[in-house]
């Protein structure tokens, strides 16, 4: 054996090691742990008992993010670490990293074999993603909202996952009512003015839509995440009449899209690049969704009949990729119904 074999499967495991990390955090946020510890130093056998959980095996898991330096642990005394302290609003990226999408991960080969597409876990996929937009996709859309003619009277959020988008945007004003459409929408609403349909967008926009009637100008319609979606599910055709429906019944669409740009350099050599984007491409490939590039989208409102009434990117303090990018569009003068 030479002398280096040692140095370079430290090296080779690397992957392994923050394979194991990455289930290791989703999992404390998950299990209810993080929060049971983040007000300070508890008792593992207390916050294992409340929790309903082995006191053993927790200890044993705790030890495992101890040694990685997440939190402390000290005889029966656990406690964050600042490290562990630091991850806090990071959350939702594990919630749909590894919450949504771990499954999909495993099952690389069967998909390049053809075999359909990879499963996912809808739910956490939504909460992760609305959890996400908080930080980026929310304030875009506020921003696009600002140019509008005049605040919207009610919202309806196509593709809302968790609610907690369409509820942020709502809440903001107290007398704003939402709409939220989804197929693993909340069964209920806990926000006065806000409900949910689960429903496929195409479906409900199809349904709703009264194509003798004007398009309400108070009424603004939101697919965040939503297109690139209908566009693997059921194709090019349903995402222009979907855009074509909503501002039928709308007055302005709001769409937010990721810039489909894998090969491009700029993008991987960012630190957003080969952290989250590159995993973020790569699940698109393997599921039943499809990005597309920004000359993609703005050909396809055209063919929509929708003009342009501007277009955002995330604020730069949370991601500087300029990946993310947001529309609001209108009908154009005299187009089609
Ligand atoms: C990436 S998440 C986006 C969630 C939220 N709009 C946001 O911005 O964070 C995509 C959402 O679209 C939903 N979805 C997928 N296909 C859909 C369809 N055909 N019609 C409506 N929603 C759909 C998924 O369930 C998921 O909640």
């Not at 594990?94 to 075999?115: H, I, N, P, S």
């Amino acid at each position: 054996m030479d002398e280096g074999f040692e140095l370079r499967l430290i090296d080779a495991l690397q992957p392994v090691r923050g394979f194991a990390l990455a289930q290791g955090i989703y999992h404390l946020f998950s299990s209810g742990l993080y929060e049971r510890i983040e007000g300070g130093p508890q008792s593992v056998r207390e916050v294992a008992a409340l929790l309903e959980f082995d006191a053993a095996r927790t200890s044993g898991f705790l030890r495992y993010l101890a040694n990685e330096n997440y939190v402390t642990l000290s005889g029966d005394t656990v406690a964050l670490t600042e490290k562990g302290r630091a991850l806090g609003p990071y959350r939702p990226w594990y919630e749909l990293l590894v919450g949504g999408y771990a499954e999909t991960f495993q099952q690389v080969t069967d998909v390049l074999r053809g075999k359909g597409y990879a499963t996912r876990d809808g739910r956490l996929v939504g909460i992760g993603s609305c959890g996400m937009s908080a930080y980026d996709a929310l304030p875009l859309v506020r921003e696009l909202m600002s140019d509008l003619p005049a605040a919207p009277a009610s919202i309806v959020d196509l593709g809302c996952g968790d609610g907690t988008f369409l509820t942020g945007l709502v809440g903001d004003s107290g007398t704003v009512t939402g709409i939220g459409v989804d197929p693993y929408a909340p069964e209920e609403s806990a926000a006065e003015g806000v409900r949910f349909v689960r429903s496929g967008a195409t479906d409900y926009v199809r349904r709703s839509a009264d194509p003798d009637a004007e398009p309400d100008a108070q009424q603004l319609c939101l697919a965040a995440f939503l297109l690139q979606e209908v566009l693997e599910q059921e194709g090019r055709g349903a995402v222009v009449e979907l855009v074509r429906g909503a501002l039928r019944r709308s007055g302005h669409l709001a769409v937010v899209e990721v810039d489909h740009r894998p090969a491009d350099p700029q993008v991987m050599r960012h630190g957003l690049g080969l952290a989250y984007y590159n995993p973020y491409y790569l699940l698109h490939v393997l599921t039943e969704q499809r990005l597309e590039t920004e000359r993609f989208w703005q050909d396809l409102f055209d063919e929509a009949g929708a003009r342009m009434v501007s277009r955002r990117v995330v604020d730069p303090r949370v991601d500087s990729t300029g990946l993310e990018v947001g529309y609001l569009l209108t009908r154009q003068e005299g187009a089609a119904r």
